[in-house]
């Protein structure tokens, strides 16, 4: 199941960039229909040579692996990803004020196109209702 799992990780677009877009460890549960929990395997990125991994049209070079482990119980796989989290929570932290930073721009931009759209309407209303009145 680990070799399947790698290969298909590998063969994904994003598997090179997963180190610099700070994915750095990977969990990923097992069931089986007949079997029920089968385990959790967990995946880290280790770059012991210090050098950066590139992609180019003609090579392909990563300079670190991803090492592996089994953890047997799914309570002890939600505890390490816990712990791996809080050590490493201030990249998370920062991503989630990022992305809730745009959320609220782009709320911002999309209500104010909306109550642009509904002044012109109202302002088009009003043109048409005066050139109906008989103004003295």
Do not use: C
């Not at 003609?58 to 692996?65: A, P």
């Amino acid at each position: 199941m680990e070799q399947q799992f790698r290969y298909k990780l590998y063969k994904d677009p994003k598997y090179p960039f997963f180190p610099a877009m700070g994915i750095k460890h990977i969990f990923q549960g097992f069931d089986a229909q007949e079997d029920g929990y089968m385990g959790t395997l967990h995946l880290w990125y280790t770059n012991e040579s210090g050098e950066p991994s590139y992609h180019t049209k003609d090579k392909n070079f990563i300079s670190g692996y991803w090492k592996s482990e089994w953890i047997d119980a799914a309570v002890e796989a939600v505890e390490k990803a816990i712990e791996l989290e809080r050590e490493d929570g201030l990249y998370s932290e920062k991503l989630v004020q990022v992305h809730l930073k745009y959320m609220e721009e782009f709320s911002e931009k999309i209500a104010q196109e909306l109550l642009d759209k509904k002044f012109k309407k109202q302002m088009e209303e009003l043109e048409e209702e005066s050139k109906t009145v008989l103004w003295n």
